[in-house]
């Protein structure tokens, strides 16, 4: 289950750096506008993997559960794992905005949303990797 984990951790590591890439070509002006297959896939794929995580991560979580239940680090990562769940659905309404408009023409607030979400997801990743890693 562990190898299992590890790579769910990579697929969706690397499916985030893909799409993250997108994103920031079409915030830089690089592109117009994304296209909607592509976003719903990398969005799709981001979600399995997700799902996979959470899985993996309660068989592997089960056994171990009365030692980490009791450390306040396990807590503050599975508090940054439910961020990047609730993150995962906001981006998947933001997402909209990047398959009719350039980041120009978005409003003040929709384009600090954007950038807030993806700040918000880069470190819930770092901090809940960096956690997981700490404790194990």
Partial sequence: MLVLHILSFGFVLGIT???????????RGKKRVLERKTLRNYHLMIWLGLISLTISGFYLFYPMR???LSNLLFDVKLLFVAILFANAILIGRLM???LTRPFAA?????????VLSGAISAFSWFCASAIALWIF
């Fill in 17 to 27: 750096a893909i799409a993250d890439k997108d994103a920031f070509l079409w915030l």
């Fill in 66 to 68: 009365l030692f980490l």
């Fill in 96 to 98: 909209n905005l990047a």
């Fill in 106 to 114: 978005l409003t003040r607030n929709e384009k600090l949303s954007l």
